[in-house]
């Protein structure tokens, strides 16, 4: 008899075994992005400006490096490039341990594990990205997409709940051991995948590297559901690095939340999250099309950030706004995500679709490095709460942009990719 499990792309093996190595090292990676800090903090004796500065070289390659990436990504074979990043990952983070067992670790070498491992997840990312629609159908994106971001939801849940106690029992660099096996599993699950890659383009083909940057750059902006997109997500960087920014020191050093309450309510998030992924799960129609679905899920994310700078007080009060932040918030933000990727998969042809992720990835870090400036600019004039409502109000500004645009009438993704690859 068939389990029920397997039915839909549970029963694709390849898919299986894609969603199995994603899921392991992003549970590996969530716990390791914390064990990296708190080696440096407890094992090194880390100032705040160089835990500031072992945080920045986890976020500017992604801005330095998205686009190399890109153009490889489209050069060459997905899967290759997928597995010689996880290896690299891992072997970069199992000399945490292994310094440190030698009495040998420093804060640059952190440094430099932070850089390379950031570095390789950029390629990771955009061969990955690529990769799903070669692996299924175009219209079972929104299912493969739902699939991956309910299971790291999932995951978001039980690594909040175990990575503090990892961190205690192994110590920073025992914990960072455990991401960097996470890699080599999903390493070996990527190398199982059977289904044949489509043959890149020959080198003789190639027309330069200038010039096939230049490509994904007018893929991204002279396309009329993809320009406003990028656009939007531009303006959600920004005022998602301010928010990641002020609402910590906010919370905490203003409103007067403890630490440990604050965790208890940000692992509602998870659980919330996945219920936004399940019911993506179910179709694109719920608010009317895939178009009306991004725009309505991108409102609704952007309403509920308001909780926060509305939130004055650690009483029930308090946590009450903080809590309808991560029941509103979150699932919608994991709903807009599915559709947002799926959208951009679906009409993107297949011979672009890294330097298309590539783009937006540079979007996303340069528009999160300048958060991360006027976050401090904010802080430092208008004040924390008032920070946080700016950052509110660019929220709804992405919303604005798509609501405008051709996307609203988008009723359901549409599969010009491959009519383009075809012609």
């Not at 390849?14 to 708190?38: C, E, H, P, Y």
């Not at 080696?39 to 500065?53: F, H, K, M, N, P």
């Not at 920073?172 to 044949?196: H, N």
């Not at 309510?265 to 129609?285: C, D, P, Q």
């Amino acid at each position: 008899m068939r389990s029920r499990f397997a039915t839909g792309l549970w029963a694709h093996p390849d898919f299986v075994r894609l969603w199995a190595g994603n899921s392991i090292s992003t549970f590996g990676s969530l716990i390791g992005g914390l064990a990296l800090q708190f080696t440096a903090i407890l094992w090194l004796d880390a100032s705040a400006g160089e835990v500031a500065a072992l945080a920045a070289s986890q976020l500017v390659p992604g801005f330095l490096v998205s686009i190399a990436a890109g153009v490889w990504v489209d050069r060459l074979r997905r899967r290759p490039i997928m597995i010689a990043a996880d290896l690299g990952r891992a072997g970069a983070l199992f000399s945490v341990p292994l310094a440190a067992g030698f009495d040998s670790l420093t804060m640059a070498q952190l440094y430099g594990v932070g850089l390379a491992v950031s570095t390789l997840s950029v390629f990771f990312d955009s061969a990955y990205q690529s990769y799903l629609p070669t692996l299924v159908k175009r219209e079972d994106l929104i299912e493969g997409n739902a699939k991956m971001q309910g299971t790291a939801s999932a995951v978001e849940v039980v690594s909040f709940s175990i990575s503090g106690w990892l961190v205690q029992l192994l110590r920073g660099p025992g914990a960072v051991a455990v991401d960097a096996a996470s890699f080599l599993g999903s390493a070996f699950f990527v190398w199982r995948i059977r289904t044949p890659e489509v043959a890149p383009p020959a080198p003789d083909e190639r027309v330069g590297f200038l010039s096939e940057a230049a490509e994904g750059f007018r893929v991204v902006f002279g396309d009329t559901l993809l320009r406003p997109i990028a656009l939007a997500t531009a303006a959600q960087a920004l005022a998602s690095k301010i928010i990641s920014v002020l609402f910590l020191l906010y919370l905490s050093g203003e409103v007067g939340f403890e630490p440990g309450v604050l965790g208890m309510i940000f692992a509602i998030g998870g659980v919330t999250s996945l219920a936004g992924a399940w019911v993506a799960n179910r179709g694109a129609l719920l608010f009317g099309g895939v178009g009306p679905t991004l725009v309505v899920s991108a409102l609704l994310r952007a309403g509920g950030t308001l909780f926060m700078p509305l939130c004055t007080d650690a009483g029930w009060l308090g946590v009450s706004f903080l809590v309808a932040n991560q029941l509103v918030t979150d699932p919608f933000w994991t709903m807009f995500d599915i559709h947002d990727v799926s959208l951009r998969q679906s009409v993107t042809p297949e011979r672009v679709q890294g330097r298309m992720f590539a783009n937006f990835r540079l979007l996303e870090f340069g528009f999160a490095l300048l958060g991360t400036a006027a976050a401090g600019l904010l802080g430092a004039t208008v004040g924390l709460r008032a920070g946080l409502f700016v950052a509110c109000g660019l929220m709804f500004v992405s919303v604005g942009i798509l609501a405008v645009s051709p996307v609203m009438r988008v009723k359901r993704a549409p599969l010009r990719a491959a009519a383009a690859e075809v012609a």
